[in-house]
């Protein structure tokens, strides 16, 4: 009678019923992803078959109608913005979240937390317009137009610190008790006890705060897009102005027709693949899931 | 003073240079959180300072007129309500049943499961750009929704789901496993197993899941630039196009001369709108859904 | 040792469950091996042996629950009235309604005392409500709970004390009315007069099914027990070492280890 599976009518439908839904929300979910992929490979398959990959590395120029697709520039403006921001916001974040761990007294690690949460829930057109207001006409006094590679790296890096310093602090808070009782125990000072032990105890951690932190640089686009000038040209200098792929993409979808829109999908797969590159870094430093 | 003695650092050169270190490392961090303080200060007074002026119970209730410059922003605030509505109606449920599927029904080491987890590991990761460029040419051309409040939605959506199935999972997390064996040796259902045992435990992560997914939602341009569309009258029906907050700002800041004002005061607005979500998310007592959701 | 060993020398009527050559692998780490005994009708067993060699993962096996456990790997068979149920296509829904278990630390549902009772009740028996009051009623009487918590049944049940909680969860796997019950350390994780009042209950317990506990309390195997298993660490891994009447095993143990344990010099 157990062995006969079908008897026991109500509960093992039902249930089976229940499993069915959940199977196909989850494919659903995880569908997404693969229709992403496919509508990116699959709008920019015209313009890659029109003129081949090459074009979008060696062409003079991004003019697209001109059928000229060089993706160079933005490649650079991106990677150098989230450089910059990273250089700024890495070093801040963790002694951030150390700060709040291990520095501060009671009140002001509470007040200072909030802050830093506060900061990773503003959206990023608010950024943006903070920087456009206020932080572009400073630069423009020092160093014309303003709008520049600089202008967009402090306000990245204030956007990404909160993502450095909140995974930072849940690595610290994830550290087993007993190596702060057996360096009390041992009556080491803060300071041995953050370097000797806790550092290279996170280390891991860390690195995957700044990878995730790295992701969403170079995947920004309203701040960026309001304050770094929008050219398409490799910079010279940190006063001049960038275009990043996001930016790219954002500034002309809307009027982008044929293998113009074409190469806008191809901008937005070479973010795919650099966002692949630093998911699959993330997992090897986090050993196993980065989010777990 | 005991104490004092056996921190303090021995004598000698080494030992100075230790004392130098360690007082030096203490400055470097207090001055460091000092920085980032007045960093952060600086931004939220100038957007408090400025758009404060023009907040007002007119502001929220008026339509716009000349194109943004004066007016107030209540079809905004429609339209980014209907797009949050169709958001979380669509992508709560989706998430809901994943998170169960992924925490509760599959082996934590079933190759399917892994694969699900993955997919949306990378799919957090994907910039909100190319969500809108997948909306656009998914929703918009190919459903045949073209620029609507539901292609919007639907977009943000797919967006959202990935932090909602991890905090929603977190929630789960809280059942005991005491609970769970309890009920499998009882030989309970899946079905009454999860309506009387893990939903009860689960719920405070799963409405942390909800608001923090919202938050998300509430935030996001990008992924709207080419979905919800631009158009600032109240939206007739779903497929009607609609202008959200955060374009609003958008568009006042880099397209209309003069807008600065209103921009000041939508930004406030949709700051508060944030931070109101955000503190309800952690006062459901799930500070720590936080750790990677950012 | 006098056990029979083939299903043919079985007399059904007697024994419940025959496990014969049963092992189980956490990830390929063998948590015991090769086991094989009859657990007999309407009796109490017990299992003892020293901490970490296989007792919980066993009854686990009986009931199927290390199904749920992830990368744990079962070998062999286990009879239960005639059928064997270390199969993977058995019902393990059907099969968990005969065998019930009863964990280490209480586990009541955070629900009330009645909805504990209830929800088994609803699942696996009727849902006509005047029934459900009388089983609950019969139930909590069995266990001797009925006078403490008759006025309370609507209180959530984690108000309990430990030992009222244990009883509720034994009451709540008997309205289900289990051919047998696994006991997995039910008495070690309550003071001595709450454990002394479930070994009563233990006792009573025989008249309405058979019983396999696992202990650690040597003494309580020896009151309650008619037969007793030892089991213990040989080659890495869990092996059944002595079975028989309890009788023997305490009194005239045949192993030498079996012999130094309940003196209490091994373990
Ligand atoms: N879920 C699991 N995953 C991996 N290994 C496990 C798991 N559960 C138990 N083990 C291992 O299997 C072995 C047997 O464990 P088990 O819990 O069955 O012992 P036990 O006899 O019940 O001990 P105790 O008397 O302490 O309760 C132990 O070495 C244990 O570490
Ligand atoms: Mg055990």
Known sequence: MILSN??????????????????????????????????????????LWDIGISKFFLDSSWHPSEALFNLTPMLVGSLLIMLGAILLAAPLGIVSAIFCRFYAPKVIAVFYQSLIELLSGIPSVVYGFWGLVTLVPLIQKVNPPGTSLLAGIIVLALMILPTVSLIADATFANLP???????????????????????????????????????????????????????????????????TLTANIALEMAYAMGNHRSALFVSGLLLMVIIFALVSLAHRAGKGSVYA | MLKQDLSSPPKGFGGVFDFVLRQGSTGVIWLGAIFVTAWSMWLISDIVFNGWAGLSYDFLTHTPTNAGREGGIAPILVSTGLVLAICMAVSFPIGLGTAILLSEITATDSWWGGMIRRSLDVLAGVPSIVFGLFGNAFFCNILGLGFSILSGGLTLACMVLPILIRSTEEGFRAVPIAQKLGASALGLSRLSTLFYILLPIAVPGLIAGFVLGVGRAVAETAALIFTSGYVDRYPESWLDSGRVLSIHIYDLSMNIAGGEAHAYTSALVLLILVLLINQTASHIGLRYLRRGVT | MNIPTTIEALDLSSTIIQVENLSLHYNRKPAFAEVSLPIYRDQITSLIGPSGCGKTSFLMCLNRLVDLVPLAKMSGQIRFNAEDIAQKKVNVVALRRKIGMIFQRPNPFPLSIKKNLELPLKEHRTKNKAEIEEIIQTTLEAVGLWKEVKDRLRHSALLLSGGQQQRLCIARALVLEPELLLMDEPCSALDPLSSATVEELIQQLKEKCSLLIVTHNLAQARRIADYTALFWFAEQTGKLIEYGPSAEIFNQPKNQITEAYIRGERG
Not at chain 1, 20 to 44: H, M, R, T
Not at chain 1, 191 to 201: C, G, N, S, V, Y
Request: net charge positive; glycine share 8%; aromatic share 10%.
């Open chain 1, 177 to 243: 008790k007993e190596y702060f009782q057996g360096a009390a125990g041992l009556s080491l000072s803060r300071f041995t006890l953050l370097t000797q032990i806790i550092l290279p105890a996170s280390k891991s951690g860390l690195l995957t705060s700044v990878i995730l932190a790295a992701g969403r640089a170079i995947g920004e686009t309203m701040a960026i897009l309001m304050i770094c000038g929008n050219i398409a040209q490799i910079p010279d200098s940190l006063f001049s102005p960038v275009r």
């Open chain 1, 6 to 47: 079908g008897n026991i009518l109500s509960p093992s439908t039902h249930d089976r019923f229940l499993t069915g839904i959940l199977w196909c929300f989850s494919l659903l979910a995880s569908l997404i992803l693969g229709l992403i992929l496919f509508f990116l490979v699959y709008n920019s398959l015209p313009v």
